[in-house]
Protein backbone atom coordinates (compact mmCIF):
# COMPACT_ATOMS: atom_id res chain seq x y z
CA UNK A 1 0.00 0.00 0.00
CA UNK A 2 1.46 3.34 -0.24
CA UNK A 3 2.88 5.17 2.47
CA UNK A 4 1.19 7.64 3.74
CA UNK A 5 1.83 11.50 4.89
CA UNK A 6 -0.12 11.52 7.42
CA UNK A 7 1.02 10.27 10.76
CA UNK A 8 -1.24 12.12 13.48
CA UNK A 9 -3.45 9.65 15.56
CA UNK A 10 -6.04 12.33 17.06
CA UNK A 11 -9.17 13.17 14.84
CA UNK A 12 -8.27 16.26 13.43
CA UNK A 13 -9.15 18.70 10.71
CA UNK A 14 -6.22 18.36 8.27
CA UNK A 15 -5.28 21.31 5.76
CA UNK A 16 -6.29 21.68 2.40
CA UNK A 17 -2.86 21.10 0.93
CA UNK A 18 -2.19 17.86 3.35
CA UNK A 19 -5.58 16.36 1.78
CA UNK A 20 -4.53 17.18 -1.56
CA UNK A 21 -0.97 15.20 -1.07
CA UNK A 22 -2.54 12.56 -0.17
CA UNK A 23 -4.95 12.00 -2.78
CA UNK A 24 -2.59 12.98 -5.27
CA UNK A 25 -0.81 9.72 -3.92
CA UNK A 26 -3.98 7.35 -3.88
CA UNK A 27 -4.26 8.60 -7.61
CA UNK A 28 -1.02 8.66 -8.54
CA UNK A 29 -1.18 5.57 -10.73
CA UNK A 30 -4.57 6.06 -11.80
CA UNK A 31 -5.38 7.74 -15.77
CA UNK A 32 -7.94 10.09 -13.83
CA UNK A 33 -8.64 10.68 -10.09
CA UNK A 34 -10.60 8.72 -8.98
CA UNK A 35 -10.36 10.48 -5.12
CA UNK A 36 -11.36 14.36 -4.75
CA UNK A 37 -12.15 16.74 -2.64
CA UNK A 38 -15.05 18.83 -2.31
CA UNK A 39 -17.44 21.33 -0.51
CA UNK A 40 -20.40 21.22 1.19
CA UNK A 41 -23.17 22.80 2.66
CA UNK A 42 -25.51 21.02 5.17
CA UNK A 43 -27.93 21.91 7.81
CA UNK A 44 -25.12 22.09 10.26
CA UNK A 45 -22.85 23.86 8.51
CA UNK A 46 -20.43 23.98 5.47
CA UNK A 47 -17.72 21.46 5.53
CA UNK A 48 -15.72 19.15 3.34
CA UNK A 49 -15.48 15.82 1.72
CA UNK A 50 -13.01 13.12 0.13
CA UNK A 51 -15.33 11.53 -2.50
CA UNK A 52 -14.36 8.15 -4.47
CA UNK A 53 -15.63 6.84 -7.59
CA UNK A 54 -15.50 3.32 -9.08
CA UNK A 55 -17.22 1.08 -11.90
CA UNK A 56 -17.19 -2.01 -11.62
CA UNK A 57 -17.97 -5.14 -14.39
CA UNK A 58 -21.06 -6.21 -12.68
CA UNK A 59 -23.61 -5.78 -10.13
CA UNK A 60 -22.11 -8.94 -8.33
CA UNK A 61 -18.79 -7.36 -8.34
CA UNK A 62 -19.95 -4.28 -7.22
CA UNK A 63 -21.70 -5.52 -3.51
CA UNK A 64 -18.69 -8.02 -3.79
CA UNK A 65 -16.84 -4.39 -3.80
CA UNK A 66 -19.00 -3.09 -1.39
CA UNK A 67 -18.66 -5.78 1.49
CA UNK A 68 -15.10 -5.54 1.26
CA UNK A 69 -15.25 -1.83 1.88
CA UNK A 70 -17.71 -2.16 4.98
CA UNK A 71 -15.43 -4.40 6.56
CA UNK A 72 -12.71 -1.29 6.15
CA UNK A 73 -15.40 0.79 7.44
CA UNK A 74 -16.06 -1.16 10.33
CA UNK A 75 -12.45 -1.83 11.36
CA UNK A 76 -11.44 1.35 11.37
CA UNK A 77 -15.15 2.24 13.23
CA UNK A 78 -15.56 4.79 10.87
CA UNK A 79 -18.48 4.67 8.09
CA UNK A 80 -18.85 6.59 4.67
CA UNK A 81 -21.81 7.52 2.64
CA UNK A 82 -22.54 5.16 0.01
CA UNK A 83 -24.24 5.34 -2.97
CA UNK A 84 -24.89 2.78 -5.38
CA UNK A 85 -26.52 2.33 -8.72
CA UNK A 86 -26.25 -1.39 -10.28
CA UNK A 87 -22.31 -1.42 -10.78
CA UNK A 88 -21.38 2.58 -9.79
CA UNK A 89 -20.14 3.45 -6.02
CA UNK A 90 -19.69 6.78 -4.61
CA UNK A 91 -18.17 6.45 -1.63
CA UNK A 92 -18.41 10.36 0.61
CA UNK A 93 -15.96 10.19 3.72
CA UNK A 94 -15.75 12.92 6.33
CA UNK A 95 -15.45 13.01 10.10
CA UNK A 96 -18.59 14.29 12.14
CA UNK A 97 -16.80 14.91 14.91
CA UNK A 98 -14.92 17.62 13.78
CA UNK A 99 -17.10 19.65 12.16
CA UNK A 100 -17.75 17.43 8.93
CA UNK A 101 -14.20 18.13 7.71
CA UNK A 102 -11.47 15.79 6.67
CA UNK A 103 -9.16 14.30 8.96
CA UNK A 104 -6.45 11.25 8.98
CA UNK A 105 -9.73 8.73 9.62
CA UNK A 106 -10.94 9.58 6.14
CA UNK A 107 -7.60 9.05 4.05
CA UNK A 108 -6.96 6.15 5.94
CA UNK A 109 -10.20 4.69 4.57
CA UNK A 110 -9.65 5.98 0.89
CA UNK A 111 -6.39 4.48 1.11
CA UNK A 112 -7.69 1.31 2.32
CA UNK A 113 -10.90 1.61 -0.10
CA UNK A 114 -8.48 2.19 -2.95
CA UNK A 115 -6.24 -0.79 -1.85
CA UNK A 116 -8.53 -3.05 -2.08
CA UNK A 117 -10.03 -2.30 -5.59
CA UNK A 118 -6.63 -2.05 -6.88
CA UNK A 119 -5.39 -5.59 -5.33
CA UNK A 120 -9.03 -7.48 -5.54
CA UNK A 121 -11.19 -5.69 -8.42
CA UNK A 122 -9.55 -3.78 -11.01
CA UNK A 123 -9.97 -4.67 -14.42
CA UNK A 124 -6.34 -5.29 -15.20
CA UNK A 125 -5.96 -7.74 -18.09
CA UNK A 126 -7.95 -5.13 -20.73
CA UNK A 127 -5.73 -4.06 -23.06
CA UNK A 128 -6.35 -1.26 -25.33
CA UNK A 129 -6.22 -1.83 -28.86
CA UNK A 130 -3.84 0.52 -30.79
CA UNK A 131 -4.14 0.70 -34.46
CA UNK A 132 -1.29 0.66 -36.52
CA UNK A 133 -0.53 1.58 -39.90
CA UNK A 134 -0.45 -1.16 -42.00
CA UNK A 135 2.99 -0.07 -43.34
CA UNK A 136 4.46 -0.55 -39.75
CA UNK A 137 3.07 -4.19 -39.73
CA UNK A 138 4.34 -4.93 -43.02
CA UNK A 139 7.93 -3.41 -42.09
CA UNK A 140 7.82 -5.55 -38.75
CA UNK A 141 7.20 -8.54 -40.57
CA UNK A 142 9.80 -7.89 -43.00
CA UNK A 143 12.43 -7.07 -40.66
CA UNK A 144 11.24 -10.21 -38.25
CA UNK A 145 11.92 -12.26 -41.79
CA UNK A 146 15.39 -10.88 -42.57
CA UNK A 147 16.42 -11.75 -38.79
CA UNK A 148 15.32 -15.32 -39.40
CA UNK A 149 17.13 -16.25 -42.24
CA UNK A 150 19.54 -18.68 -41.79
Known amino acids: MRQS?????????????????ELD???QNLPKPRWVVRSHESDQGSGTEIEGN???KTFAKT??????AAMHAQK????PTITTTY????????????GNQITNKDIRLAQAIESSYSTN???I???????????????????INDLTKK
Not at 63 to 68: H, K, M, V
Not at 76 to 79: L, N, V
Open 121 to 123: FAD
Open 63 to 68: WEFLNT
Open 25 to 27: LIN
Open 87 to 98: NRIKFTITTHDV
Open 5 to 21: LIRATKATKLPLASIQK
Open 76 to 79: ARHH
Open 125 to 143: GRVAQVKRPESSLKEASKI
Open 54 to 56: YTL
